[in-house]
């Protein structure tokens, strides 16, 4: 039986986004267009809705786009779905299913699923123009959906390409009912009556991860960790679990110095509360086996600015994963202009587009050897970086989120008015 | 100077992409969906490629082309289905009969090519593109050359290529104005020849600015 539920608010913490803190980044060209295309929404609302408001990625692009949605003349407001641990049992294992990992669901999983629902229907209200209900958890609001014209979008932000039969069909009742579904590649379509969106996973260019940072915050980050400033460095930015293949990385870094002298970064987070983690983490420096150039760094999750640190200092940027959803980490390196060497695996071929804005690779072997080609053109390496940095631009910050969400309303609105007329 | 009987307005254009569920794994299937695709799918993979990674020149703007060399191996037709250039075209019906011929000769010549699975598959798209008027708009060359270093490069691939079909057909709004409103039919004609596949978008801009420079003075 579900537990009471209520459905806070959300408030964006600090300061208030404004379009005109990007002015900077993307130029007053984009941001005049992003205000023209608001203007045709002038005074719609729009109700954002998901399961957590701090943590993960989801909350990270939330924090930012309500801002400024608001910025550019909309009303927009954020609530979070809640539900006792039960509730999010069941949902980690139907978002685990939809990666594909087997799972045999107990029928009162999906009792468990809509009870919480029903509880968390209570307690919102959807009169907003448009509902953008974010991710499995809270999919089955759109049961609210009655006589009021809202439009309802769907954004799933996992792969759901390959998914567990029964949760996809359970959750696909609800899924169809919706007026669209937004998804972060081509690769994550599923057969639905409905039209299906790209809008891509995005950074902060203003966030602590990606800002600028001072010279010396950089030499005294490496300074702090015992890192060589004058010779290259590669680095891999993950969790330390086996998807990520740390011990690849290793190994990898283990061919390359053969040829070349370089020291090798594995900064990341989660060993400390995650007992995989914690495993993995002890296989990665039984790997290292006491090599003083090899840097084991379990970061905690406040450490955004050592990161962005340690990712300007790179020479190259590593993302050697098995698995991958989108790979935001990719995104933070190429837009640091950092050539990377990544795995064609999710969505990093998206980003990193083979010899043009980075390289890919699909072993060990091929991992070294393009991190060895690299650290001896750097001239190409620089290249890869300047258009890596070119295409996250145009395609992957949060500034084209904002836009990416106006084009769609924009479209829904214009296309229910013409269905109003062809009514008429 | 010259006053051009209408203003020329620069447009804002954005784009969203619906990803359909025509998803291919072989030639041949890409063949068929050539076929049974929507003309906003032919527009999507041929004219909008272009503005996609307008930064880079070194792969072949159309979709079909770069995936039958990137996922295929198959350079020869990939080389042959970029040559059709979109400039040569108005309508997207004849596009899609020449992408179809293509395919069927060179499947025709070389069957084993036909069934081989992709290294990735490919998924059919539609642009779908929202325009709205810029704050900026021209009654002489000078304001028209002042709007475009300032409008983006999203304006410039609308009024410079996908312009090629709308009315009028096969030309594109720059050499249309300039030719209708300004009477300078030299100066469309230099613009309609820009290679708008080797150049990038920002390459065009400047170019175009260059060609109107001598302009400025008549």
């Keep these: 039986m579900a537990g009471n539920v209520t459905t806070p608010l959300v408030r964006s913490p600090g300061k208030v986004a404004s379009l005109e803190d990007y002015f900077s980044v993307v130029g007053p060209t984009e941001v005049e267009e992003i205000r023209a295309l608001a203007g045709r929404l002038a005074g719609r609302s729009v109700k954002m809705v998901n399961s957590t408001s701090v943590g993960g990625g989801v909350a990270e692009i939330l924090n930012r786009t309500v801002p400024l949605l608001c910025d550019v003349g909309l009303s927009c407001e954020w609530s979070v779905i809640t539900g006792g641990n039960d509730f999010f049992e069941v949902t980690k294992a139907f978002h685990n299913a939809l990666h594909g990992a087997p799972y045999d669901p107990p029928p009162k999983a999906f009792e468990l699923f809509l009870s919480y629902s029903e509880q968390n229907l209570q307690h919102q209200s959807f009169g907003a123009d448009f509902v953008v209900i974010h991710d499995p958890q809270p999919v089955a609001l759109i049961k609210a959906r009655r006589s009021h014209p809202s439009h309802w979008i769907w954004r799933c932000h996992i792969d759901v390409s390959n998914p567990n039969p029964l949760v996809w069909n359970f959750l696909a009742q609800f899924v169809s009912r919706y007026d669209a579904v937004l998804i972060s590649s081509p690769n994550f379509t599923r057969p639905l009556p409905i039209p299906q969106y790209l809008i891509f996973p995005c950074i902060d260019p203003l966030s602590q991860k990606n800002q600028e940072l001072e010279a010396d915050f950089i030499r005294k980050t490496l300074e702090r960790f015992s890192i060589d400033p004058k010779r290259p460095i590669l680095t891999q930015v993950s969790r330390f679990d086996r998807l990520k293949d740390p011990v690849g990385v290793i190994q990898a870094y283990k061919l390359v110095r053969n040829y070349k002298d370089c020291q090798l970064i594995l900064a990341g987070g989660g060993a400390s509360d995650d007992p995989e983690g914690g495993q993995v983490l002890a296989e990665a420096r039984e790997a290292a086996g006491g090599d003083p150039d090899i840097h084991i760094l379990d970061l905690p999750p406040w450490s955004a600015l050592e990161i962005n640190a340690l990712q300007r200092a790179s020479t190259i940027i590593i993302q050697k994963s098995l698995r991958e959803g989108f790979g935001l980490t990719v995104t933070e390196a190429l837009w640091k202009k950092k050539p990377v060497v990544a795995s064609a695996v999710g969505g990093i071929p998206l980003q990193v587009i083979h010899k043009l804005t980075g390289v890919l690779a699909h072993s060990v072997e091929g991992t070294a050897y393009q991190i060895r080609f690299l650290l001896s053109n750097p001239s190409i390496a620089a290249r890869l970086g300047e258009n890596g940095h070119e295409h996250v631009r145009e395609n992957f910050l949060i500034t084209g989120n904002l836009k990416r969400y106006l084009l769609l309303f924009l479209i829904l609105q214009n296309n229910a008015q013409r269905a109003r007329n062809s009514a008429d | ?218």
């Excluded at chain 2, 009969?97 to 992709?118: Q, S």
């Excluded at chain 2, 021209?138 to 691939?157: D, I, P």
């Design chain 2, 1 to 218: 100077m010259r006053f051009a009987k209408d203003p020329f307005q620069f447009m804002a254009a954005s784009t969203l992409i619906r990803i359909t569920v025509r998803r291919v794994d072989t030639l041949t299937d890409l063949l068929e969906g050539m076929k049974k695709c929507t003309d906003a799918s032919i527009f999507n993979h041929t004219f909008q490629s272009l503005e996609q990674h307008h930064f880079l020149t070194e792969r072949f703007s159309n979709d079909f082309a770069q995936w039958a060399l990137a996922a295929c191996n198959e350079p020869r037709l990939a080389e042959q289905l970029a040559s059709l250039d979109i400039r040569q075209y108005a309508d997207l019906a004849t596009l899609r009969a020449d992408l179809i011929n293509t395919m069927e000769t060179y499947l025709h010549e070389v069957p084993d090519a036909a069934r081989r699975k992709g290294f990735e598959p490919f998924h059919f798209c539609e642009a779908i593109t929202v325009a709205v008027p810029t704050a900026w708009q021209a009654k002489t060359l000078a304001e028209f050359c002042e709007g475009l270093r300032h409008v983006s490069v999203h304006t410039v691939h609308y009024h410079l290529v996908a312009a090629r079909l709308r009315e009028p057909l096969a030309v594109n709004d720059f050499s249309f104005w300039f030719e209708e409103s300004l009477g300078l039919k030299g100066l469309a004609d230099r613009i309609d020849q820009i290679d708008i596949y080797t150049n990038t978008l920002e390459g065009m801009r400047q170019h175009i600015l260059e060609e109107a420079a001598p302009w400025l003075e008549t």
